[in-house]
């Protein structure tokens, strides 16, 4: 019965998680439909947080907290169904999947490759890896925890769906164009 739980939890979790890696992609490959001035920028940025020791340069704390939290969720998917995997195989993951994204924006003209979005991103997943633990602590059992994670996911997926649609329709008061 428990073998039977379990892979039912696994299944939805790859399935949340898949809903995930498409928001993920329409967010940050496809820019949710909408050419920005910046897209032509066919920069390497290969010096992380560059811009934040430039001559009167700022980092953008706004955009670097928000790559570390959209990449919260692929750590912990990444987490949940590569429990048996080690840690620095998750960790390598989070990386690969993070550089290919930057790889292609740059390949398809559509902003630059920025090693700061490498780290951020990273510690964005990392930041997933270390709550599920902290869940699988809370737990103590793998089956409830990934049980909790997959409500949590299920909600924070339609919620995030619901916000794409409504900012796409122009539905909301903040404009992204």
């Not at 967010?27 to 009167?56: C, H, Q, T, W």
């Not at 912990?76 to 620095?88: C, D, N, T």
Request: charged share 15%; with cysteine.
């Amino acid at each position: 019965m428990t073998n039977r739980l379990s892979l039912h939890a696994n299944k939805l979790t790859w399935i949340v998680c898949v809903f995930y890696l498409i928001a993920l992609f329409w967010i940050l490959i496809f820019k949710l439909g909408v050419r920005f001035s910046y897209m032509e920028n066919r920069s390497v940025n290969l010096i992380p947080f560059r811009e934040a020791f430039a001559l009167n340069g700022r980092l953008d704390r706004v955009q670097a907290l928000a790559n570390v939290l959209i990449f919260v969720p692929l750590g912990v998917y990444v987490a949940m169904l590569g429990k048996r995997l080690y840690v620095w195989k998750l960790l390598l993951l989070l990386f690969a999947v993070s550089f290919l994204i930057e790889a292609l924006q740059f390949i398809c003209r559509i902003g630059a490759f920025d090693s700061t979005d490498l780290v951020t991103n990273t510690c964005g997943g990392i930041l997933g890896l270390w709550l599920v633990h902290l869940i699988r602590r809370a737990f103590k059992s793998d089956l409830a925890a990934q049980r909790f994670i997959n409500v949590a996911a299920l909600i924070g997926t339609i919620l995030l769906f619901s916000f794409l649609i409504l900012l796409k329709l122009n539905k909301l008061p903040i404009r992204y164009q």
